[in-house]
């Protein structure tokens, strides 16, 4: 069985919560992401804050990156799977939530995240292209 290691990229990186929105992008930046898990102060996910996030919930609002948390971003309940999950529970969860990137947890901690391009590399064409359907074609 694929499981949720199989496929995630390795090394991904937390942002602790009382990081300011503008490391949190110069960290996506330094790691070449668009999304970081945020961690609260015992490491355990609280939410996770996007590039989009930055522009359109921050900057765009005309407040001050420097002086807004990713804490303060964090909403709703954030996803994440076990590491030894299928990929079709992957898959289930991103499509039930309509998320495109879902932390990978192994032992309570962050080992990696699932995006659409590591669906990309390790599904069929018509496993990836049902996926698109489902998540995109809700409104």
């Known amino acids: 069985m694929t499981t949720a290691k ?29 999304a970081l898990p945020i961690a609260d102060a015992d ?24 002086k807004i ?26 499509e039930v939530h309509q998320i495109r990137r879902l932390p990978v947890i192994e032992n309570k901690r962050l080992v990696g995240m699932i995006s659409e391009a590591d669906l990309a590399q390790h599904l069929s064409d018509e496993q990836l292209a049902g996926w698109m359907e489902r998540v995109y074609a809700r409104g």
Do not use: K
């Open 6 to 34: 199989d496929i995630m990229h390795a090394g991904a990186q937390w942002i602790p919560m009382h990081e300011t929105l503008d490391r949190a992008a110069q960290l996506m930046r330094e790691l070449n992401v668009g």
């Open 43 to 66: 490491e355990r996910l609280c939410g996770i804050l996007t590039d989009r996030d930055i522009v359109v919930g921050c900057v765009a609002m005309g407040h001050d990156p420097a």
């Open 69 to 94: 948390t990713a804490g303060e971003m964090a909403q709703g309940t954030p996803r994440w799977i076990d590491a030894g999950s299928g990929v079709e529970d992957v898959l289930q969860e991103m």
